[in-house]
């Protein structure tokens, strides 16, 4: 079935109070869900009402008090229709159903994780649990009574407030939550179970008091600690910067260790991945560290970005994804280094969403249509929803997009809104018409802009010439021409920004150009000497740039450019460059060279005490090999990019031996532990020069070493990374390898590192290593952290692996993909997506991977997830 944006049309009912009362067992759990059921004013017929399902047993159905004659109503597992409802304005709907959660294997609906009772509800597990209007438009204020026997479940947690608790007959206990606020079905949640608690609180900013809760599993309770202090912050943060405040008297999260995504904003009660929630020095990197941070705001930004202010329907995803990753964006780099941030945020929307849009799967941040709504949480709506979000900023200004927030806040409180009512807040905030920008939500494909510069001494002008294009993408193969505001600064030879005295051609405001037309001339007059132009600084647009522009500009820029982004992106640019040209000439068998200047500048870069050093540490981080392959875009060759990269690697290590040596040890420190972002940004850079220093004689014993005294475990991850990756063979690897596996063997997340390190080890040995360790007793196919750690690390960050030559590692890809189908098929379509870049690949590889592709295609009982993927992506 396709669903289509220009089908919505409002429901025939409304469904203003839910009452829920949840007698739990593992295999029979009855659901008594009781309605208010309101015929949409105006409306004066009766149409059936028709309630959603999915895999459900009904067991009693009664309108206003009395049992429904079966002949009134029709009832299928996935779908409960009430014939002719009572001609009355309102009337209530009484509803029993009976749901296994210790059987629910999909992980949504209600399940158990580690004998817990929780929920995931979003987007359509709400369905799973009773029938219902499982839409966002519908909003209800929510009634929920827990009973469960007190020994298996203590704790009893719904959404909202807490209102009765008390005991039952025969060791059972009951809990009341009321939640004030009306809220689609996808944000319900319930949790019980035998949990530790971490307790807190929060006074907002008009004094109301707040209880915080982190629930985690007994003994765990230490490690929630950052977490705790992460919400705390994010709360603090939303008053000052978005002036919101929190409306509850509980705010409580809980970490299950079974679970789809990173975590879900349920009103009051945030269900996370314990991943993303406990952590310490012992068990966590510094990487854990920034996502926790970042995953505790996202989840606590959404009470307003989603909870009070909905989406109409799930083609509006991105009104409360982009918008809220935007905020958390904005969070961590208010929080850390804003042009770290940056950076990284940048390269992650290459890794993900850029190969998303350039290949079969791409969709506009707001899609039109969607076989399986599950399958577009992606990086389009999430990521590039996110940069839509921050060029509105761009191009109003802060203090004007501030206001339109305001004004989005107060217009659209209490509300299912679409994306016209966002931008609708900023047209009247800024009276700008937003209709060509819109085309960012409506129209998918990364847009490519084509720059050429040139300067005339005599008449001391400079002048661009740019040219848009935006590539087709499935089903839309004309597109209209955007508007692109591109930050810039044309830089002079003492590296300052130099000043024009007009320009013509587009419009500039605030060191913004703007393209609105495809072919623009700039011109800039008064221009004395030839600047370099930095284009796109801080990534403002998020497309991809092709400029012509000398090396002699791009070593300077990547010297001097005031712009830190930009400055990254110079030398980044170099490296990607030198990378793809040493790939084609690695597969002409030729040894490859490498400029010296470029060697120089690695140097010059890890040495320069005026940056920080997570910016070192990004800088210095070659392309990864799926990097190189993106921006090479076609006739992969993993074998060759792999060999060009670590040529490359090796190069730059022998030309800057003894400084990096010497950096590396200077780096070493011996003070206490802390998560904070310059000692994470110390840690990178060293553990990256280390990386560069393995490849010289005698690496893996400096790995070795570096394992051996690591004091935390982002030092012994990245010492245990190198020693897997690049020395796999030598007794330092497999003496670190079952090191780590002794200490960790029962600590599940921490072997889920254990199991990610082994399956990225890049080579034809891989397929073999991974396979065996499927059969690892910390592994299970029923765990997506487990699945997501072997498997999907497998088979997107290890390019010689898992595109090995002869097909073993697609092989082994389909046969596992199928099998976690059959649990979880949210899960196996998400990992499917790694063969989305298929028809880059070489020939040989390529026939390979569609034969992958086509197998499972054909596989019986293929679920809508899964085929959806799988049928796109062939397509
Ligand atoms: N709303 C959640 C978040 O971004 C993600 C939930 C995704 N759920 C799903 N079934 N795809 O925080
Ligand atoms: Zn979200």
């Known amino acids: 079935q396709v669903f289509r944006l220009e089908d919505y049309r409002p429901s025939d009912y409304l469904i203003p109070l839910t009452g829920l009362t949840f007698r739990l067992s593992p295999d029979g759990t009855s659901v008594v869900s009781e309605l208010t059921v309101e015929r949409r004013s105006g409306s004066t017929e009766n149409p059936p009402l028709v309630l959603d399902g999915d895999g459900l047993v009904l067991k009693r159905v009664e309108i206003d008090g009395t049992s429904l004659d079966p002949a009134a109503y029709e009832s299928t597992p996935d779908r409960l229709t009430i014939k002719t409802p009572p001609a009355t304005q309102q009337f209530r709907v009484l509803i029993e159903t009976e749901i296994a959660p210790s059987k629910n294997q999909a992980l949504m609906g209600l399940y158990r994780s580690n004998n817990v009772y929780c929920t995931q509800c979003e987007a359509e597990g709400f369905r799973r649990i009773t029938y219902f209007l499982d839409r966002p438009d519908i909003l209800s204020v929510y009634t929920v009574r827990i009973e469960a026997r007190r020994d298996e479940a203590p704790l009893l947690l719904a959404n909202g407030n807490p209102v009765e608790r008390g005991d039952l007959a025969d060791g059972w206990h009951y809990a009341i939550w009321h939640d004030p606020f009306p809220k689609p079905s996808y944000l319900f949640a319930l949790v019980a179970g035998d949990l530790g608690r971490v307790a807190d609180s929060f006074v907002t900013v008009s004094g109301r008091e707040v209880e915080l809760g982190i629930y985690v599993e007994h003994g765990k309770e230490r ?206 905030v800024s009276g ?88 623009h001339t700039v011109r800039f007059s008064g221009v004395k000497e030839r600047p370099a132009i930095s284009l796109n600084r801080g990534f403002s647009a998020p497309i991809t740039l092709s400029i012509e522009q000398s090396a002699q500009d791009q070593y300077f820029l990547a010297r001097h450019d005031s712009d830190a982004f930009s400055r990254w992106q110079a030398f980044n640019t170099l490296l990607t460059e030198t990378l793809i040209s040493a790939f084609r000439q690695s597969r002409g068998g030729k040894p490859i060279e490498f400029s010296t200047d470029l060697l120089e500048l690695a140097g010059t870069i890890a040495a320069d005490e005026t940056l920080e050093h997570a910016f070192r540490a990004l800088a210095l981080t070659l392309p990864s090999e799926a990097d190189i392959a993106r921006e090479a875009a076609s006739n992969i060759d993993p074998d060759a990019i792999l060999a060009g990269r670590e040529a490359l690697m090796a190069a730059i290590a022998q030309a800057n031996a003894d400084l990096f040596t010497k950096l590396y040890h200077d780096l070493s420190s011996d003070g206490a532990f802390s998560p904070d972002a310059a000692s994470a940004g110390r840690r990178a850079l060293r553990n990256v020069l280390l990386d560069y220093l393995s490849t010289l004689p005698n690496g893996a014993a400096l790995a070795a070493t570096h394992f051996a005294e690591a004091t935390n475990m982002t030092d012994r991850a990245a010492a245990l990374t190198v020693l897997a990756h690049r020395h796999i063979d030598t007794p330092e690897a497999k003496e670190a390898l079952t090191g780590f596996e002794a200490r960790y063997r029962s600590d599940a997340l921490v072997m889920d590192k254990w199991f990610q390190i082994q399956a990225s080890a890049p080579g034809a040995g891989t397929v073999d290593r991974v396979k065996k360790l499927t059969t690892h007793p910390a592994f299970a196919l029923a765990n997506p952290n487990r699945v997501r750690s072997l498997i999907g690390t497998f088979a997107t960050l290890n390019q010689t692996g898992f595109h090995r030559a002869d097909g073993a590692g697609y092989e082994f890809f389909v046969e596992t993909v199928l099998s976690v189908e059959k649990r979880n098929p949210q899960v196996a379509a998400r990992l499917a997506t790694a063969l989305r870049s298929w028809r880059s690949l070489e020939p040989r590889r390529q026939a390979k991977a569609r034969e992958a592709l086509v197998t499972i295609s054909r596989a019986e009982n293929l679920s809508a997830d899964l085929r959806d993927i799988v049928e796109r992506t062939l397509a």
């Open 432 to 519: 700008r018409d937003l209709s060509q920008f819109a085309l960012w939500y409506h129209q998918a494909g990364t847009p490519n802009v084509t720059v050429a510069a040139s300067h005339d001494a005599s008449s001391q002008q400079f002048t661009l010439e740019i040219e848009q294009s935006v590539p087709p993408t499935p089903s839309e193969s004309r597109k209209r021409v955007m508007h692109i505001p591109l930050a810039f600064g044309l830089v002079g030879p003492d590296g300052k920004d130099i000043a024009y005295d007009s320009v013509e051609g587009a419009t500039v405001e605030d060191d913004v150009l703007h393209l609105h037309k495809r072919r």
């Open 223 to 428: 490690l929630a600690a950052y977490a705790m202090d992460a919400l705390k912050r994010s709360m603090r943060w939303d008053e000052e910067v978005f002036g919101r405040e929190y409306d509850l008297d509980v705010f409580n999260i809980v970490a299950v260790s079974d679970f789809n995504m990173g975590a879900m904003e349920n009103k009051g009660l945030n269900i996370f991945n314990d991943k993303y929630v406990l952590a310490d020095e012992e068990t966590a990197t510094d990487t854990d560290f920034a996502n926790i941070e970042a995953i505790i705001a996202h989840e606590y930004f959404h009470n307003w970005t989603g909870n009070r202010i909905t989406c109409r329907d799930w083609f509006q995803l991105c009104l409360k994804e982009g918008l809220t990753v935007f905020r958390d964006h904005e969070f961590s780099a208010d929080q850390r280094s804003r042009s770290v941030k940056r950076i990284a945020e940048v390269r992650t929307l290459r890794a993900h969403q850029f190969p998303e849009d350039q290949g079969p799967l791409a969709h506009p941040v707001r899609p039109r249509r969607y076989r399986e709504i599950n399958n577009f949480y992606t990086a389009t709506v999430y990521e590039k929803g996110s940069e839509v979000v921050r060029m509105i900023r761009t191009i109003l200004g802060k203090a004007t997009f501030r206001k339109g927030m305001d004004l989005y806040f107060e217009r659209h409180d209490g509300e299912a809104a679409t994306i016209e009512d966002f931008l609708k807040v900023f047209e009247d």
